[in-house]
């Protein structure tokens, strides 16, 4: 109820007074011109087991924010109601444990009293704002005093329905809606914790709809305890997945910094790095919604197995086009991780006859046994054998792999000589490989005797 010799312009002065935690809104209506100003609805002495979960589904399903200032001793006694309504994005003050009158309390008694409903309200498993409302306005200087030193803001009313009064719903919304005034901040009183509350309920459909109709826009109460039109900000996080047989799901988490109380959207698309779409991963473009109350949904990218080795590669997740939501942090990195190990390196035999004169160039095959996506590098040497130098040029050299090139040659040059002999061998090994594993490092070159 309204304390008799509180004026319109202390209660508003109040309300604006202090700092305190941002509430949801419905911010589609934030997002409207506002044309005659905006409203926000309190409620006062719940939560009531029955009908608080009335009002807090009523107000849900017509995106319309409020503040419940519960009492201490309603909560422990019924937690579920103010838990729901924390849940669904509704934020909840303090109104003192036993609806004391705080001006007749001494200081001590002020800070038991608002302490013991924070901790029925955290034990309930809701979320404790720091806003609070005096039991009946009944507020001075020493009271706000102590309450902001406890880093509570006080929040008195501009319009009074008094729907505690026995009134009807008819006359409840009547009241309220000649109680507003254009251009300017409203914050109503109303009970959902009092005897009267089902008309109160019975009235809300009337108070929404007026107010609409007469241009008015429904919001929260903002950090300053007046009413103010918040946008929920929303980010992605970075995310990583690594390749699988049969495929797997890269996981990217959306989250909201505060819940709603409608529903809201973005939409969230993928953009190709150096993984690209169709190869690396399935690509998303969608629309995530956001029910009210939720603040936690995840994107998942499908990202089919390959088989080849590979560097780790990324993509980005990006948010666009918010519906109710400000983009605070739109783009995630995603990092797709290789499961395949390196490509088996071999080197072929060969055989080449021995030039009559001069020399001739033999070039020996080296194989990786399935493609890679890095550079492959590898030492190949001669050795010596039945051949030696007098055979051929003895040489090492460094032989690399381009990502995607299967097959490398290594030049031997073989020397003639004026010697009747047998076939002759030496071996061209393979040695200190990055991003190979060697499997068959030695290839036995033969030299035949000299054609004709």
């Not at 589609?28 to 009531?48: I, M, S």
């Not at 924070?118 to 001075?140: C, D, K």
């Given at each position: 109820?309204?304390?008799?010799?509180?004026?319109?312009?202390?209660?508003?002065?109040?309300?604006?007074?202090?700092?305190?935690?941002?509430?949801?809104?419905?911010?589609?209506?934030?997002?409207?011109?506002?044309?005659?100003?905006?409203?926000?609805?309190?409620?006062?002495?719940?939560?009531?087991?029955?009908?608080?979960?009335?009002?807090?589904?009523?107000?849900?399903?017509?995106?319309?924010?409020?503040?419940?200032?519960?009492?201490?001793?309603?909560?422990?006694?019924?937690?579920?109601?103010?838990?729901?309504?924390?849940a669904l994005g509704f934020t909840i003050g303090?109104?003192?444990?036993?609806?004391?009158?705080?001006?007749?309390?001494?200081?001590?008694?002020?800070?038991?009293?608002?302490?013991?409903?924070?901790?029925?309200?955290?034990?309930?498993?809701?979320?404790?704002?720091?806003?609070?409302?005096?039991?009946?306005?009944?507020?001075?200087?020493?009271?706000?005093?102590?309450?902001?030193?406890?880093?509570?803001?006080p929040v008195l009313w501009t319009a009074d329905?008094?729907?505690?009064?026995?009134?009807?719903?008819?006359?409840?919304?009547?009241?309220?809606?000649?109680?507003?005034?254009?251009?300017?901040?409203?914050?109503?009183?109303?009970?959902?914790?009092?005897?009267?509350?089902?008309?109160?309920?019975?009235?809300?459909?009337?108070?929404?709809?007026?107010?609409?109709?007469?241009?008015?826009?429904?919001?929260?109460?903002?950090?300053?305890?007046?009413?103010?039109?918040?946008?929920?900000?929303?980010?992605?996080?970075?995310?990583?997945?690594?390749?699988?047989?049969?495929?797997?799901?890269?996981?990217?988490?959306?989250?909201?910094?505060?819940?709603?109380?409608?529903?809201?959207?973005v939409r969230v698309h993928t953009v190709a790095?150096?993984?690209?779409?169709?190869?690396?991963?399935?690509?998303?473009?969608?629309?995530?919604?956001?029910?009210?109350?939720?603040?936690?949904?995840?994107?998942?990218?499908?990202?089919?197995?390959?088989?080849?080795?590979?560097?780790?590669?990324?993509?980005?997740?990006?948010?666009?086009?918010?519906?109710?939501?400000?983009?605070?942090?739109?783009?995630?990195?995603?990092?797709?991780?290789?499961?395949?190990?390196?490509?088996?390196?071999?080197?072929?035999?060969?055989?080449?006859?021995?030039?009559?004169?001069?020399?001739?160039?033999?070039?020996?095959?080296?194989?990786?046994?399935?493609?890679?996506?890095?550079?492959?590098?590898?030492?190949?040497?001669?050795?010596?054998?039945?051949?030696?130098?007098?055979?051929?040029?003895?040489?090492?050299?460094?032989?690399?792999?381009?990502?995607?090139?299967?097959?490398?040659?290594?030049?031997?040059?073989?020397?003639?000589?004026?010697?009747?002999?047998?076939?002759?061998?030496?071996?061209?090994?393979?040695?200190?490989?990055?991003?190979?594993?060697?499997?068959?490092?030695?290839?036995?070159?033969?030299?035949?005797?000299?054609?004709?």
């Open positions: 109820m309204r304390l008799a010799g509180i004026s319109t312009t202390l209660c508003l002065g109040l309300a604006m007074s202090g700092t305190a935690l941002a509430t949801p809104s419905d911010v589609a209506e934030a997002a409207l011109a506002c044309a005659r100003g905006q409203v926000a609805l309190t409620f006062d002495d719940g939560p009531d087991p029955v009908l608080t979960p009335r009002f807090v589904t009523f107000l849900r399903d017509r995106g319309v924010p409020a503040t419940f200032f519960v009492i201490g001793e309603n909560v422990r006694a019924h937690p579920g109601p103010t838990r729901r309504a924390s303090n109104h003192t444990y036993h609806h004391e009158n705080l001006i007749r309390l001494g200081d001590d008694g002020i800070r038991s009293t608002l302490r013991r409903t924070r901790r029925a309200i955290v034990a309930a498993g809701a979320r404790a704002s720091a806003l609070m409302r005096p039991p009946g306005g009944s507020i001075n200087q020493r009271v706000r005093e102590v309450v902001g030193a406890m880093g509570l803001v329905p008094r729907d505690w009064d026995g009134r009807s719903a008819s006359a409840i919304v009547s009241s309220t809606l000649s109680q507003l005034r254009p251009g300017r901040k409203n914050v109503v009183l109303l009970h959902d914790g009092v005897r009267n509350s089902r008309q109160t309920l019975l009235a809300l459909p009337g108070i929404v709809r007026g107010a609409r109709s007469r241009g008015y826009c429904f919001v929260g109460l903002g950090a300053s305890g007046a009413p103010s039109a918040v946008i929920p900000g929303i980010r992605i996080s970075d995310a990583s997945v690594t390749e699988a047989p049969g495929g797997s799901v890269l996981r990217a988490t959306v989250t909201l910094d505060r819940s709603t109380t409608r529903s809201t959207s790095g150096s993984a690209s779409a169709g190869r690396d991963y399935v690509g998303v473009d969608e629309r995530l919604g956001f029910p009210a109350g939720v603040t936690r949904r995840v994107v998942r990218v499908k990202v089919p197995d390959d088989l080849r080795d590979e560097r780790a590669e990324r993509f980005r997740l990006r948010l666009s086009e918010p519906r109710g939501l400000e983009v605070r942090d739109g783009a995630a990195v995603a990092t797709i991780r290789d499961d395949d190990p390196p490509p088996a390196l071999s080197v072929r035999d060969a055989q080449v006859a021995e030039p009559s004169s001069g020399s001739v160039v033999l070039l020996v095959t080296l194989r990786l046994g399935r493609v890679s996506e890095k550079w492959v590098h590898v030492t190949v040497s001669t050795v010596p054998g039945s051949a030696d130098e007098s055979d051929y040029a003895p040489r090492t050299s460094r032989v690399a792999f381009a990502p995607g090139q299967v097959t490398a040659r290594f030049d031997v040059t073989v020397l003639a000589d004026t010697l009747s002999e047998p076939p002759e061998t030496f071996v061209v090994q393979a040695t200190d490989g990055s991003n190979a594993t060697l499997a068959r490092p030695r290839g036995v070159v033969t030299v035949l005797p000299p054609v004709g």
